[in-house]
C-alpha cells in the first residue's frame, strides 16, 4: 500500500493524523471555568442536591435559609450536586420547569450568583443537552450546568464528574425509565476518555486544594449507599492524586465520612428538597462522622491554610461542623 502513496500524499496523511490527534486532544479536554478568591485570599461557598421541586418537599424553606447562610457568608457561588430537576430533568429549554424549581425558587440576593451544577439520574431521564444549553443561561445567567468540567478558583481546583454514565443498572435495568444516552455512547469510551481526562487534570492541577463533585455516591449509609461502580473505576484516581474531598448528592441526606484508608473526606449534601427519613443502613462509626435524614445544606469557607464546612438543617440551624488543615512546610 505503502508504495503506491509518493512523497507529498504522505506528508499530507501525517499532517491530517497529526491534525486530527491535536483536535482530538483538544476536543477531549474538560471545559475549564476561573473564579476569583475574594480580596483578603479565600472563598465561600454552598452546597445542594437533589432539588428541584418546584417548591414543594422543603424545597423553599431550605432555600431561604440558603439564601440567610449565604448573605452571612458573603458566598462567591453555589454548587449543585445534581438531580437538579424531578422527577425526568427537564423536557426542553422552554421547559418551566426551569423557573418553578430554580430560578423562581432561589430568589434571596446572596444566592443570585453562578451556580456550577452536574447532572444527577434524574435528569438524565430528561432532555439532557436542553439542561446543558447556553439558552439557559440566557433565561437565568446563573445557570452552568455541564457533564463535566473544571473550576479553578488558584488555591482550590474543583473537578466536576459526570456520574450517572457509570451507573451499570441505568443500562442493564431501566425499568420504566427512558435515559437520553446522546452523547455518551459507546459508554466505554465516553468512560475511558472521562477518567482519563480526570486522572491528566488531577495530575495537572497544583491547586492547594483538590475537590472532585459528581451526582453519585462513593461512600454512604444512605438508601442508595455505596456506588460501586464509582469505587472501582473512579476513587482510585481520586486517592493516586491525593484529592481532598469527594462532594456528591443522591441519596438524600446530609452526611460526612471519613475513611481510615484515605485522608479524602466524603461529604453528602442530596437534601434540597425531599429527604428519605429513617432510612439508613450501619456504617463502621470511626468513620460515620455524622449522617442527618432530613433537608439541608452544606457551606464550605477555605483559605490556603484550612477549610471549614458546615452542615445545615431546614431552619438554618448547624447540625455538624469540621475543619480540615493544610500543613505548609517553610521554604526559607
Ligand atoms: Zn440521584
Known amino acids: 500500500m505503502a508504495a503506491l502513496l509518493n512523497k507529498p500524499m504522505l506528508l499530507f496523511l501525517s499532517f491530517a493524523a497529526s491534525l486530527f490527534l491535536c483536535c482530538h486532544f483538544s476536543e477531549a479536554a474538560l471545559p475549564r471555568f476561573h473564579h476569583p478568591l475574594k480580596t483578603d485570599g479565600s472563598l465561600s461557598f454552598l452546597v445542594v442536591g437533589d432539588w428541584g421541586r418546584k417548591g414543594l418537599f422543603n424545597q423553599s424553606k431550605v432555600a431561604s435559609q440558603m439564601g440567610i447562610i449565604g448573605e452571612k457568608l458573603d458566598i462567591d457561588f453555589v454548587i449543585s450536586t445534581g438531580d437538579n430537576f424531578y422527577e425526568d430533568g427537564l423536557m426542553g429549554i422552554n421547559d418551566y420547569a426551569f423557573y418553578d424549581s430554580f430560578s423562581n425558587i432561589y430568589t434571596a440576593p446572596s444566592l443570585q450568583k453562578t451556580w456550577y451544577s452536574v447532572l444527577g439520574n434524574h435528569d438524565y431521564r430528561g432532555d439532557v443537552e436542553a439542561q446543558m444549553s447556553p439558552i439557559l443561561r440566557e433565561k437565568d445567567k446563573r445557570w452552568v450546568c455541564m457533564r463535566s468540567f473544571i473550576l479553578n478558583a488558584d488555591i482550590v481546583e474543583f473537578f466536576f464528574v459526570d456520574t450517572t454514565p457509570f451507573v451499570d443498572k441505568y443500562f442493564t435495568d431501566p425499568g420504566d425509565n427512558v435515559?437520553?444516552?446522546?452523547?455518551?455512547?459507546?459508554?466505554?469510551?465516553?468512560?475511558?476518555?472521562?477518567?482519563?481526562?480526570?486522572?491528566?487534570?488531577?495530575?495537572?492541577?497544583?491547586?492547594?486544594?483538590?475537590?472532585?463533585?459528581?451526582?453519585?455516591?462513593?461512600?454512604?449509609?444512605?438508601?442508595?449507599?455505596?456506588?460501586?461502580?464509582?469505587?472501582?473505576?473512579?476513587?482510585?484516581?481520586?486517592?493516586?492524586?491525593?484529592?481532598?474531598?469527594?462532594?456528591?448528592?443522591?441519596?438524600?441526606?446530609?452526611?460526612?465520612?471519613?475513611?481510615?484508608?484515605?485522608?479524602?473526606?466524603?461529604?453528602?449534601?442530596?437534601?434540597?428538597?425531599?429527604?428519605?427519613?429513617?432510612?439508613?443502613?450501619?456504617?463502621?462509626?470511626?468513620?460515620?462522622?455524622?449522617?442527618?435524614?432530613?433537608?439541608?445544606?452544606?457551606?464550605?469557607?477555605?483559605?490556603?491554610?484550612?477549610?471549614?464546612?458546615v452542615y445545615y438543617d431546614v431552619f438554618g440551624e448547624v447540625l455538624h461542623q469540621f475543619m480540615v488543615s493544610k500543613e505548609f512546610h517553610s521554604t526559607s
Open 179 to 309: 435515559y437520553d444516552w446522546k452523547g455518551v455512547l459507546p459508554r466505554n469510551n465516553y468512560l475511558s476518555n472521562l477518567l482519563n481526562d480526570v486522572d491528566l487534570a488531577l495530575k495537572s492541577s497544583s491547586a492547594i486544594w483538590k475537590i472532585v463533585v459528581g451526582h453519585h455516591t462513593i461512600k454512604s449509609a444512605g438508601q442508595h449507599g455505596i456506588t460501586e461502580e464509582l469505587v472501582v473505576n473512579l476513587l482510585p484516581i481520586l486517592q493516586a492524586n491525593n484529592v481532598d474531598v469527594y462532594m456528591n448528592g443522591h441519596d438524600h441526606c446530609l452526611e460526612h465520612i471519613s475513611c481510615s484508608k484515605s485522608k479524602i473526606e466524603f461529604l453528602t449534601s442530596g437534601g434540597g428538597s425531599k429527604a428519605w427519613r429513617g432510612n439508613v443502613k450501619e456504617w463502621n462509626p470511626e468513620e460515620m462522622k455524622f449522617y442527618y435524614d432530613g433537608q439541608g445544606f452544606m457551606s464550605v469557607q477555605l483559605d490556603e491554610a484550612k477549610a471549614n464546612f
